[in-house]
């Protein structure tokens, strides 16, 4: 029986090839594991939504602003609850604008009315080579996206040339003790060294026992009051 959701997080900047990435995985990801992506761009359109492949996909879209920002946080947590009471899916991919700041993530997966269900295990910082070092010297994000990722997409690389990639996998090496690199084009890395991606860290659905296991689910009102207090 699966009682936990693997949660990874996509972080880059638009145009850093985040959909692309995103899209490979939708492709190779088994048909009889549950996948949800929770997708978010800065701005007022989500234009990344429309970009994504996939039918047997659940698709959520937070569009007001950063997933990370208190203006949407009661969207986000919703969003979130809703997945745990009703979706329960084996993975959870967050797509989040490259101007969000990621440390809080980790925190609010671990909210008690989520009931241990969300577990964190990568972050994929997706960089686009010919740009990072002039969006590094202009958003304060980024440290922050180094800092707290597990691997490195090191994308575009064909546009940027060696010397350049160096320079980006040199900067990322300053905000990080041990970062992991895949130097990529079009965000194609190897998604059979990460398991979860694959299934293969899940056993078989029991749709039986999971319906047993599903707790309470609180009212509207209730899970208002809760994100209220956490907010205040």
Do not use: W
Not at 74 to 101: C, H, M, Q, R
Not at 117 to 130: L, N
Request: glycine content about 6%.
């Amino acid at each position: 029986m699966n009682e936990t959701t693997t949660v990874l997080l996509i972080t880059g900047f638009l145009g850093s090839g985040k959909t692309t990435f995103l899209n490979r995985i939708i492709q190779h990801f088994p048909k009889e594991q549950k996948l949800t992506i929770l997708m978010n761009e800065f701005g007022e359109i989500g234009i990344d939504g429309t970009l994504v492949e996939g039918d047997d996909i659940d698709m959520m879209e937070i569009s007001r602003g950063s997933i990370f920002c208190v203006c949407v946080k009661t969207d986000f947590i919703k969003g979130l609850y809703a997945l745990n009471a009703k979706i329960k899916p084996d993975v959870l991919i967050i797509e989040s604008t490259g101007v969000a700041n990621p440390s809080d993530l980790k925190r609010d997966l671990q909210l008690p009315i989520f009931d241990n269900r969300f577990v964190f295990t990568e972050q994929f910082c997706i960089i686009d080579a010919a740009h990072f070092l002039e969006a590094f010297d202009t958003f304060a994000s980024v440290e922050k996206q180094l800092a707290t990722s597990t691997v490195f997409i090191i994308n575009k690389t064909d546009l940027a040339g060696k010397e350049t990639t160096e320079k980006v996998k040199q900067v990322v090496r300053e905000h990080h003790p041990d970062p992991r690199f895949f130097e990529t084009t079009f965000s194609d890395i190897p998604l059979d060294a990460f398991p979860f991606l694959a299934g293969k860290d899940k056993e078989p659905r029991d749709s039986a026992q999971e319906t047993a296991s599903t707790p309470a689910i609180l009212s509207p009102d209730e899970l208002d009051a809760f994100i209220s207090d956490l907010l205040d």
